[in-house]
Structures are given as C-alpha cells and as structure tokens.
C-alpha cells in the first residue's frame, strides 16, 4: 500500500447518540475547555489517562496539539459529543507509530457520566473501522494499564485479541511505570460480534 494514503483526513463519525467530532482549536469555547478542566480532574482519568488540561491555558495548549496531529495527518483525535447538547463525554484516539508499515495504536478515555453504556467500546470500533478503511492502518494497537480492567474488556468488545504484557511499560498518574497488557488487530480481522 502506497504511504501517500496513510494519512487521517478530518472528518465526523456519527453514532447516533453521540458524534466523534475532530478535536481541534475549533469549536474550543469555555464549555469545552471547563470540560477538559474536569476531566483532567476525575480521578479514573487522572490515573490512567493523565491530561495536562489543569486550567484553559493548558487546555488551549493541548487543543492546539491536537489539531496540528490531525493537519501534519499523523493523528486522528475526536472528541466524543453528545449528539443532543454537544457535551463532551470523552475522546478516542488513533496515531501512527509507523506510518509507511501502516501501524497506528488507539486510546480512550471517558468521563464519568459516559461510563457503562457502551459507548467506549461503539466509539473505539468505529474510529478502528474508520482507521483500516480510510487511513489505510494494516494493525492497530491497543496497550492498557493490567490494573484498568474497564479498558481491557473494552479492547476485547473492540476484537482486539490480547498479544502479552509489557512489564513496567508506561509512567501513569500515580508517578509509578505499570505493566500494560498489548491488545492488537490487523486490517483482515473479521469485525467482532455484537
């Protein structure tokens, strides 16, 4: 596969209840960045998936991050939206490790008020969908804290099949390195059940 195609185009996914919309410097009102301030906050967050969004300097900071990943095409941030007021109730990401080899990995988080209904496991499968048949990955992988069981049933949900443990992979929120279980899927995976 050409590597002029593995880039990530802007773009919304609509799942009915909620939009993956761009993460971006638009629309980035005080809402939104209130929003990333409370995130940051919430202590599920603050361990696993630490943000650097303390005040809405440091949100502005990491909205701007965000939107040079999705101009350079090396990242597609999106912020899960609820499709009736536009409240932010979490994000997926998916970035490129090795863009010309077509190997990106995929994050989440969510807040809260958005945990236990599923939506983690639509979003991250539909952003996957999306990143195999318009972004062009041939695997994607998935690495979470063995501690965050919520994310490791969430990456099973996705057919991302367990491929080992990475021993004191990643420095997380509580200032120590975690091992991370390796999740993973490739392009000609069949999609997952229901």
């Given at each position: 596969m050409s590597t002029s195609i593995r880039t990530f185009a802007r773009t919304t996914l609509d799942l009915g209840d909620a939009l993956l919309h761009p993460w971006g410097r638009k629309p980035a009102g005080p809402e939104l960045l209130d929003d990333l301030v409370t995130?940051?906050?919430?202590?599920?967050?603050?361990?696993?998936?630490?943000?650097?969004?303390?005040?809405?300097?440091?949100?502005?900071?990491?909205?701007?991050?965000?939107?040079?990943?999705?101009?350079?095409?090396?990242?597609?941030?999106?912020?899960?939206?609820?499709?009736?007021?536009?409240?932010?109730?979490?994000?997926?990401?998916?970035?490129?490790?090795?863009?010309a080899d077509g190997l990106a990995m995929i994050g989440y988080w969510f807040l809260p008020a958005a945990r236990g209904r599923g939506l983690a496991t639509r979003a991250t499968r539909a952003v996957t969908t999306w990143g195999f048949r318009t972004g062009g990955a041939r695997r994607i992988e998935l690495a979470h804290a063995a501690g965050n069981e919520a994310s490791c049933r969430v990456a099973h949900r996705c057919g991302y099949l367990p491929e080992g443990v990475l021993r004191e992979s990643h420095l997380f929120g509580d200032g120590r390195h975690h091992d991370e279980h390796l999740h993973a899927r490739l392009a000609t995976d069949p999609e997952p059940g229901p």
């Open positions: 995130a940051a906050a919430d202590p599920k967050i603050a361990l696993w998936n630490p943000l650097p969004t303390a005040d809405h300097e440091a949100a502005r900071t990491w909205l701007d991050a965000r939107e040079d990943s999705w101009e350079r095409g090396t990242g597609a941030p999106f912020a899960v939206l609820a499709a009736t007021d536009g409240a932010l109730l979490g994000t997926v990401n998916l970035r490129w490790v090795d863009r």
